[in-house]
Nanobody, 122 residues
Framework: QVQLVESGGGLVQAGGSLRLSCVAS????????MGWYRQAPGKQRELVAA???????NYADSVQGRFTISRDNALNSVYLQMNSLKPEDTAVYYC????????????????WGRGTQVTVSS
């Protein structure tokens, strides 16, 4: 089964930036869409950004214009550049394979890594 390792989280002040990385095993990037999810304490896990195998991107309204998802198939990696961070962005961030179904991206296998903690101070 695919293994995903997230990194790049940390503590940053509001207005700052972080770049998250996700490295996957199994040669999945040439054929699979990938997504970044986040989950804050007491909140439901939500999709932040997704990128198709062809490079088409989708973003949650809350991060549009601030976050950029990208991928490097040669490195089996997906990235999330986060700029102009806000305290509301504080969450554990996860990457996973996603599929387009009934008008939205959804986790393909309910397979989650450990995630990486992002904390934005005010």
């Amino acid at each position: 089964q695919v293994q995903l390792v997230e990194s790049g989280g940390g503590l940053v002040q509001a207005g700052g930036s972080l770049r998250l990385s996700c490295v996957a095993s199994g040669s999945i990037f040439s054929s699979n869409a990938m997504g970044w999810y986040r989950q804050a304490p007491g909140k439901q896990r939500e999709l932040v950004a997704a990128i198709s195998s062809g490079g088409k991107t989708n973003y949650a309204d809350s991060v549009q214009g601030r976050f950029t998802i990208s991928r490097d198939n040669a490195l089996n990696s997906v990235y999330l550049q986060m700029n102009s961070l806000k305290p509301e962005d504080t969450a554990v961030y996860y990457c996973t394979i996603v599929v387009w179904y009934l008008g939205s991206y959804r986790p393909a296998h309910n397979t989650w890594g450990r995630g990486t903690q992002v904390t934005v101070s005010s």
